[in-house]
Structure formats: structure tokens, C-alpha cells
């Protein structure tokens, strides 16, 4: 499969560039530009996160711009490492121990929510 993405680009590289200057790239470059796995990077086409060109059902390229915008697109929102916090994080007390609720808190919940329903009856 990765041979014949390769020999397609061949024959359609120079076509392309004369036409419209466009770059196509296979799954594995793309992976190798994000320091991913192949299957990420097709993992995102599928999720449509990553423009992709679907040559055929097992070809599929991506374009310069596509991947740039991807790119962009993931680094919009994220902070920069140095930046100082503006809040600080209190942890908030809690009053039930970590097991949660006792058993007999748990019945007697259990039976007023019973009563309750019996009542809309």
C-alpha cells in the first residue's frame, strides 16, 4: 500500500505542481512531522480533525495547508509553560470520609426515596 502512494504521488507530482503547486503527503510523512504513529494521524483524518485528500479507500494524502491548519488549530488555547497561574487551587474540605456514605446512610435513603414513590401512587 505505502508503494503504491508512493509511485501515485510520483506520476501526479509533477502534474500537481505545474497545475496548482500543491504538496501531497503520505500518512507515514504526516506521522513523522507530529512525531506520531501512522495510525493517529489516520486516526484524525477519520475523525475529520485532519483534512485529508482521499485518492481511494486505502490512499489517502494530506496537503501542506491541512496539516498547518491542524497545527493551529491545536495550539490556540494552550498556555505557555512559563506563564504564571492567576488562581491558585484551594482543595475544598471534605466531610464524608473516602469509602463515601455509610451502609445505613445508604438503607435509609433508600427508604425514604421507596416511601416517597409509594406516595405518588
Known sequence: MI???HK???EM???AKDRAGVRLFTPEE???MFSVDKRTVLKWARERKLDSVKISS???LFTRE???GFVNRRIQGIESVTAPKTKARVRAEKSVKK?????SSRKSSWRSLREEVTKWE
Open 99 to 103: 469509602g463515601g456514605s455509610s451502609q
Open 30 to 32: 504526516a506521522a513523522e
Open 66 to 68: 491541512s496539516i498547518n
Open 58 to 60: 486505502k490512499i489517502i
Open 13 to 15: 507530482a509533477p502534474a
Open 8 to 10: 501515485i504521488l510520483d
Open 3 to 5: 508503494q503504491a502512494a
